[in-house]
T-cell receptor
Framework: GQQLNQSPQSMFIQEGEDVSMNCTSSSIFNTWLWYKQDPGEGPVLLIALYKAGELTSNGRLTAQFGITRKDSFLNISASIPSDVGIYFCAGHTGNQFYFGTGTSLTVIP | SQTIHQWPATLVQPVGSPLSLECTVEGTSNPNLYWYRQAAGRGLQLLFYSVGIGQISSEVPQNLSASRPQDRQFILSSKKLLLSDSGFYLC??????????FGEGSRLTVL
């Protein structure tokens, strides 16, 4: 199936720094989703975006649905150690969900 | 509120043995249900999805099968496991708004 282009693949940042990651696709999606996955657990939904141009926040997390409906970004402000994990984007159309390859985030105290 | 559970969490099985992973969703009706496999390299591979009881769509031809005997129950099975079936299996459900919610995952090791 189709995979989304997610970047960067990994990030090593100092605690307190801001983080930005993004996903792009050649296809248009109706919904963009962002997940965080801890080792050995299922991905947890962080933010869902439903309309082109939509900007949504969840605490220190902010995500946007691109105007073209083919991209999305996720920002994390003032990172803390518990932000460590793998972040996935996903695009939804019809009954299908397509996933990015993940961004591994390491926060150095 | 809606919840999703899958079990067992961890499974170690010999090659050639059968497999049954179960998933149930609570607090919603007629959900779309999905089985994914996640390789060590992080990618999520869709195995099966279902839009209703007895309706199963297979995305990848393989050694596995899925069934949906009840509205909120989704089962992943195999008659004879292969070494290549090892991995992290995730059940998920979605609603029409386009959100997808995952279960806790099942780690399968085939020896």
């Amino acid at each position: 199936g189709q995979q989304l282009n997610q970047s960067p693949q990994s990030m090593f940042i100092q605690e307190g720094e801001d983080v930005s990651m993004n996903c792009t696709s050649s296809s248009i999606f109706n919904t963009w989703l962002w997940y965080k996955q801890d080792p050995g657990e299922g991905p947890v939904l962080l933010i869902a975006l439903y309309k082109a141009g939509e900007l949504t926040s969840n605490g220190r997390l902010t995500a946007q649905f691109g105007i073209t409906r083919k991209d999305s970004f996720l920002n994390i402000s003032a990172s803390i150690p518990s932000d460590v994990g793998i972040y996935f984007c996903a695009g939804h159309t019809g009954n299908q969900f397509y996933f990015g390859t993940g961004t591994s985030l390491t926060v150095i105290p | 509120s809606q919840t999703i559970h899958q079990w067992p969490a961890t499974l170690v099985q010999p090659v050639g043995s059968p497999l049954s992973l179960e998933c149930t969703v609570e607090g919603t009706s007629n959900p779309n249900l999905y089985w994914y496999r996640q390789a060590a390299g992080r990618g999520l591979q869709l195995l099966f999805y279902s839009v209703g009881i007895g309706q199963i769509s297979s995305e990848v031809p393989q050694n596995l099968s899925a069934s949906r005997p009840q509205d909120r129950q989704f089962i992943l099975s195999s008659k004879k496991l292969l070494l290549s079936d090892s991995g992290f299996y995730l059940c998920a459900w979605s609603r029409t708004a386009g959100e997808l919610f995952f279960g806790e995952g099942s780690r399968l090791t085939v020896l």
